[in-house]
């Protein structure tokens, strides 16, 4: 068998190893990367709805802070490329960039592909040799590095790159084997659970608002009657349950939870009008506008079919008229306008999710190098850490620039 040495080996094609291959070959170093998938960038391509949603418009602090008290492990990684460098890697290689309202960065072209050959344009540049078809089935520590067994060959590196992902959308390749190797060498695995994944609920009038989204709501996950986690931004009504960018956001509460059936989603669908106020609204339009059907009233703020129906869940028919709406059916009808609840049955799991909760502990990682404190040739970056952030580009900032550190390291010898 072929037994070539190489310097760094980086395990996984996506984006924390295309990005940390083509900075340890730029460093002169003899780079090899490893893809088990076909192609390269798999789940790039699929993100974003194909169009990739490269980073989010914030300073660095902003990614930071975006990840709560974990974020602070991204420092330095950051430093090392941050937003600001990122738009220009991008931008230098002919790809512009645009800011959507909502902060998401995306390429002009709306094409994923466009992201995908940047990224492999710079890796050839490099230097690296990319390897497609060709998984590591065996990881084992050697006197001067590792031994990697292939389904083609047996490989020698002085020091390997673990960017192999998590387990999300494991129709691209991630099925968590990266997690294996780095318990094998003695890191804490974080149970692994899916996030940024649709809810799913019971209520099976929610499957009726199929395709309705609702720009401006907060989304609450409860817990004995306590918030648990609150997003107000848009949200989506789906056959199953809810999903959209509020839904996602609070999903990892619910995923990590020993019995989610346990727990309630709590919406509000008028965020921008204090509960008072919906009172005093629906109390003055059943007054001046008794002539009209409810329904028709509520439709000013929401679409037809949910004000349709929220009338039902309160008992009330769908044809009623406004007028002459009593105290108690107001209060049911403001209740379920502020305070709509649904009982939580899960998530749609690892195949609909954008990223992996869960994974190799992040004290065990140098934040400084992404450097493993349990196998000092072993450098770990990406989604296989555990480090996830909310939608908008968040996590694709995380894997560039964890990415880019680690390979950056990993050619100083």
Known sequence: MERPLWDVVVIGAGAAGLLAASQAADRGRRTLLLEKNRKAGVKILMSGGTRCNITHATDNRGIVEAFGPPGRFLHS??????????????????????VEETGKVFPVSDKATDVLDALLRRLRRSGATLALQEPVLDMTRT????????????????????????????????TGDGYTFAARFGHTIVPPQPALVPITVSAPWVAELRGITLPDVV????????SVVSRRTSLLFAHFGLTGPAALDVSRAVSKHARPETLWLELDVLPFLPEAAVDDYVCKESVSSGKKQLAVVLAEYLPRRLCDSLLVLTGQPVDRRAAALSRADRARLVQVLKRLRLPV???????????????VALDEVDSRSMRSKRAPELYIAGEVLDLDGPIGGYNFQAAFSTGWLAGAAAAEM
């Open 143 to 174: 006197a001067d590095g590792f031994t990697l067994t292939t389904p083609l060959r047996v490989l020698t590196a002085g020091r390997v790159v673990l960017t192999s992902g998590g387990q999300s959308y494991p129709g691209c390749g991630t």
């Open 77 to 98: 990684a950051l430093a090392a490329l941050g937003v600001e460098e990122t738009v220009t890697l991008f931008e230098s290689e002919g790809v512009p960039t645009k």
């Open 219 to 226: 989304l609450r996950v409860l817990e004995n009657d306590k």
């Open 345 to 359: 049955t899960g998530t749609l799991g690892f195949g609909k999710a954008e990223v992996t909760t869960g994974g």
